[in-house]
């Protein structure tokens, strides 16, 4: 079984919210330099995506919790769900779960033990050599034939304050081959 990054009860979670006086900032212990890449994907018949690309890495000394994961300026696309999946040295041969066709993805080493990332506490980068996937289905909505997104936003918190960070990794699937 993969280590897991730890879930927090919902009243602390509530808890954290309720206590902060602070605003919502873009600098945090989850920022840092992101590639610019646009990714183009097809989609099978279902519309849907496992999209695990992107990682969260903790500076601070103590925990994060996420409270929520939303696409930013999405057009044709929606979340299906967001969950963490801790990759631990030698687990999934050291890579992220990348990019798979469908929702959830088919037999993979670890999934089962993986965590809603809403609620869940990454832990401080200096405090493990585990790596936090963000991993998250897609789904082309009903009807679209061509989905887009500009990146995707991951809200969260460290004690009583609130941060946000943003990918820079632009999303567009289709029912048909990228061109």
């Not at 769900?81 to 687990?91: A, H």
């Not at 990019?99 to 993986?114: C, I, Q, T, V």
Request: glycine share 10%; net charge negative.
């Amino acid at each position: 079984m993969l280590p897991l990054a730890r879930p927090v009860r919902p009243a602390i979670a509530l808890l954290l919210v309720v206590m902060s006086c602070a605003g919502v900032s873009s600098d945090g212990p989850l920022s840092r330099p992101n590639d610019l890449g646009e990714l183009c994907a097809p989609v099978p018949p279902d519309g849907s995506l496992t999209f695990g690309l992107e990682t969260l890495t903790n500076s601070a000394d103590t925990d994060v919790v996420v409270e929520s994961v939303r696409l930013v300026e999405a057009e044709g696309i929606s979340i299906i769900e967001s969950r963490i999946v801790t990759i631990s040295d030698g687990q999934l041969g050291g890579t992220l779960v990348g990019l798979r066709s469908g929702f959830p993805p088919d037999e993979l080493p670890g999934w089962s033990a993986s965590i809603l990332a809403e609620g869940a506490a990454i832990l401080p980068a200096d405090s493990t050599d585990d790596v936090f996937n963000l991993v998250v289905g897609l789904r082309l909505d009903s009807g679209s034939s061509m989905g887009t997104a500009s990146g995707l936003e991951v809200a969260y918190s460290v004690k009583s304050s609130h941060y946000t960070y943003r990918t820079s990794n632009s999303i567009e699937l289709r029912h048909e081959p990228c061109s």
